[in-house]
Structure formats: C-alpha cells, structure tokens
C-alpha cells in the first residue's frame, strides 16, 4: 500500500523540473521587479538633487547681487560723506606766502598774500564752527582765502565730555585747517588777530613768540568765538575749562592723579574725600554732560579697578545759578536731568552763585525763596568752570573801533546778512559765539505797516487783508516768518472786541508779541554752523554775480553804501531752523525741538541714538571712521585708565 501511495522515477523527475521552472519564472519577476524599483528609486532621486543644483545656482546670484549692490551702496555713500577730501587730493598744494619786500606799515611788515586777477582776497579769523562751515560751503574757485588762527585744526566741540574720561580719543575729534582749505587751495597762518585797520582793510596777527604781520584782506569773516566770563568769582586759575584739546587732556590727567592720589595707603581719610569731590560750575550742556561721562568713567571703568571703599567716596556736584539746570531747554527736559542726576547720587545745588575757588575749597552763597542769601564752603578736589561767555580780546578790539554801532557788551552786532554793522561797505562780516543777529523792531515801524494792510478810507484791518499783510511781512521780515504765521492762526484771540477786524491798538500788541519772540540766537554749534553754511554760499553767490553782471559790479563800485545795497538785494536774509538741542545724561539722553517738542529716554537707545546724531554731523570721513572705531573699543574693552 505504501509502496503504491509513492510517485514513480519519472513522475519525480517531471515534478522537480516543474519547481525549478516555476521558480526560474519567480526569479525572473522578482528581478524585473527590482529593476524597474530601482529606476524608479533613481529617477526619484535624482530630482531632488538637480533641483537642488538648480537652487544652489540661484542662492549663489542672488547673494552675488546682494554683494555686488550692498558694496556699491556702501561705496557711494563713503564717497559721498568724503567727496571732499578726495577732490581736494587733485588740487594743487597752496602758493607759500612771503612779506611786501622793503614795505612796513605802523611798524610791521605787509604778507604778500596770492592774489588771483578777478578774485577777492578772502580773510578767515578762526577755526571753530563758523569759520569752517563757510570754508567748506565756499565754491572752490570763488576768493582766494586764507585762514588765521591760534590753533591748526577744527574741533568738535559738543564731544569734548567725551574726551575728558577717554571714551573718545583726541585725534577723533580734531580734523586739520589745512586739510579742510585743500579744495579751495587757501593758505594758512598759525597766528592770532591782535589789531585791524578798517580803512585800509588789514588785520594785524601775531605769531609764534612777538612776530607781527599786517595781513590785508578784501572780505574779513571774525569767527573768534567767545571766552568764559567769570561773573565777579575769584580763583579762577584754580579751574578747568572744557573749550580746547589741551582742556580736556589736562582735565582727564586730573581726574586720573586724583584717583591714584586716593588710593594711597598713607593719604588721610579727609584728604581723600575731597581729592574724589568733583564740582561742575554752571548747569549748561556742557556742565550736564561733563557730570555725565564721569558718572559712566566711574560706573562703568574706574569700578573694576579700584576699591569699593575708594568708590564710595566719589562725590560730583553742580553748582547752579539759576532755578534748574539746563534752564534753556524745556522745563520737562530739566526736570528729566534732575531726576537721573539725583537717581546717579549726584548733587544739584540749583539758585547758587559761586563765590570765590581755593586751592581745596569752593564757596558759594545759595539764595532762597524768601530772599535771604546763605554762605557755604564745600572741599573740592576738582572744579570745572562751565558758564556764560564774553567777549575774546579781539571781538573788543572790534567793538572799540565801532563805538557808534556796536553796544553790545557780550557779542558783535551783526545785520541780517551777518554784516557787521557800522562797517560802510559791509566787506567784515562776523558769526559764532563772538556774534548776535540784532533783528529789526517791527513795533517801530508800525504805522508804515499799519497803512501798508488795510485799504484807504478804512481804519481796521480784515481777516482778508491781514492774511495778504502776512505773506508780504514774512517775504520783507524773513527771521519774523514763524511768528507773522502764528498772528494769523491766533487772529481771534488779538481780536479783543470780536467784530473780525484789527484795530491799530490791537496791531500794536500784535507786533509786540513778534518782537518779543526775536530774541538772540543762542550759544550753539548749530547756530554757528548754519550761519557759516549761509555766509559760504552768500559770498559764492557774490563772486558769481560780480564776475558775470557787469551793470552790478559798476552800481557797488560807486559807493560803500551802493555795495551794501546791492548784496543785500542779491543775498536772502540769514534765517535760523533749529533743529533740537542734545544733552546726554549718564546712560540717558534728552532732545529738545521747541515749541514743547521734547524726547528723553534711560536706555541703551537714547544713548546710541545721541551718539549717531554727532556722528552724521562730523565734518570729514576720518573723523567718522575714527569716531565708529573708538565706540567700538571702548564697548569691547572699556575706556584707558591710564595718566599720561
């Protein structure tokens, strides 16, 4: 039975071929199945990395394009804050000067200044804001100038603070007088104006040591600015002043021996206190911000490298005349500095006068509400003097010589145009600190105004009429504009009766209230600054008119006052825009744009924001490139510590 339940031999052999068979198909499939995965597998990954080729192309132009647009962004806009210092490298070096040969005049000799036939001689008395912004906004081929001056470079000023406690380095503020004089191709003598001779147009200068030399000049531009005046206070040499370079070196020499003077064990406790009592004489902006930079020197350096028990000790005070300090800016920018000043544990000692500066103490009388005045003596290891200023040697000199026309004790009297008045042909010219705008008096002229707005037979003023009074006033009164608009928007309230109509008695207060708005300018870089803008492209526009308008050039040759008539007719008045008023207060910063318009801030951004405005108003690429570096150093590594 079993033997039959088996298959035979040939059964087995044709079963066997059969499985092999079947499997020889099954493998067959198997392997054009993988293939066909296989192709399937490649075609699918080769898209991902063709599409991936594709994309790294395009990331690579669209970077190259991001380079190649960002370079030439930031080319152009180095060429464009340095195009003048890479202009003046084509210019010719200047023609040195020499003296009128066997020629002397009161007793010195004449310099043989280049004069080119057709050109003015251009006479520059200064380095400071003014001077320079004449110089570079001056066509190049207009006068042939020259520039006067003690010291051989331009300074800017509001960042001195800065330099007293090393968070700005010397040479990023200083940019040279010659290097800014290139593109006109001017000469330059380090000398100080001792004299001027008015009627043969020459300044007396004296140079290094008791040399002196008449300089003659065709147009005189003053920008000698001004000194500290002292308000009656003695001891003065006892203080520092913060106008120079050499100021803020020696302030920060100061600074620096009173600190290693503290920390030696064999100074008296008392010595050290008053060695690390630090006093700023007057609240100003320059005063604020002093009192600023030495609260980041200690906070921020001087920590880590002294005892606490040395810092502890450190006492900054200000010392103020007036009810507040920064009382010229907006009464919630003083209040704002108070604050931070009394948050850094710094002393305001506000209504006090300072009295008297010993070699170790301060006395000061402090007057109080009720009109009773009290003395005071504090130690004082340190004492700046920031307050008003005066008249420099040869703004009084000036002054003298025009007894008639100038009465101003602190400043030179200029016109509209920025011409010194009772100079007859208007040739001197004065700006800066050592100068005051004297606007017109409309109340004087109020009956010429007066019939000149309303129509004969009538003996008030419309809405219409003075609307058109308006527009013509601020075209004749330039300076006046603001405040002629703001009479228009405030009609109704100087119309006391109400019936839409001004009377004379109403104009009266209204031009008033005009003139008591056109105050002087004040003591400010930018005021300076944009006078020296308007008197640059001012003495362009007259080079051009008398080289190309014939018929002009004979109306001002035929008399000093012909002259003057014709440049002021050529010439717009000067119009002053202010654009805000800086003070940096110790990790916080304040502005103020007028009219109530006030920013302030305690933070990192109130801080980088002020730093920035200073920046973009540097007067060449260097310093601004010198200025980013010194930012960056003094953020990475802190500022120097050291004396030298």
Known sequence: MLRRSLPTQPSLLLARRSLLRSNALLGRAQALHQRRDGTAAMATQAEPEAASGRGGRRGFTRTLAYWTVGTGTLSTLLYYMGKDEIEALDKEPPVGLTLVPNTL?????????????GRERLVVLGSGWGAVSTLKALECDAYDVMVISPDNYFIFTPLLPSVTVGT??????????????KRTRGSYIEAAAVDIDLDCKMVLVRQTGEEMAWVPYDRLVVGVGAQSITHGA?????????????????????????FEKAVRPTTPLEEKQRLLTFVVCGGGPTGCEFAAELYDFLTEDLKHYFPKAVQQMVRVVIVQSQDHILNMMDSVISEFAEREFARHNMTVITNSRVQSIGETTLRYSTKHPDGSVTQHEIPQGFVLWSTGLSLAPFTKLLCERLPGAQKNRHAITVDEHLRVKGVADGSVYALGDCATVEYPHLLGSITELFDSAHHAGSTEITRAEFRVFVKEAAAKYPCAANHLFTLERDFDSFDTNGNGRISIDEFEHMLEYVD???????????????????????????????????????RAEASPEARRDVEASAIAPFMYHHRGTLAYLGRAAAADFGDGRALRGSNLAAKYLWRSVYWSQQVSLRTRLLLAMDWLKELLFGRDISKF
């Open 105 to 117: 005049y009161k007793g010195h000799p004449i310099v043989e200044s280049p004069h080119t036939e």
């Open 168 to 181: 700005v380095e010397f040479r990023s503020v200083l940019e040279a007088i010659r290097r800014i004089i």
């Open 234 to 258: 003695t001891g003065l040499e006892f203080c520092h002043k913060l106008k120079t370079i050499n100021d803020a070196r020696s302030i920060r020499q100061h600074i620096m021996a009173n």
């Open 516 to 554: 008591s708005k056109l105050t002087a300018l004040p003591a400010l870089a930018q005021v300076a600054s944009q006078e020296g803008v308007y008197l640059g492209h001012g003495l362009s526009r007259l080079a051009a008119i008398y080289a190309g308008d014939e018929d002009a050039r004979m």
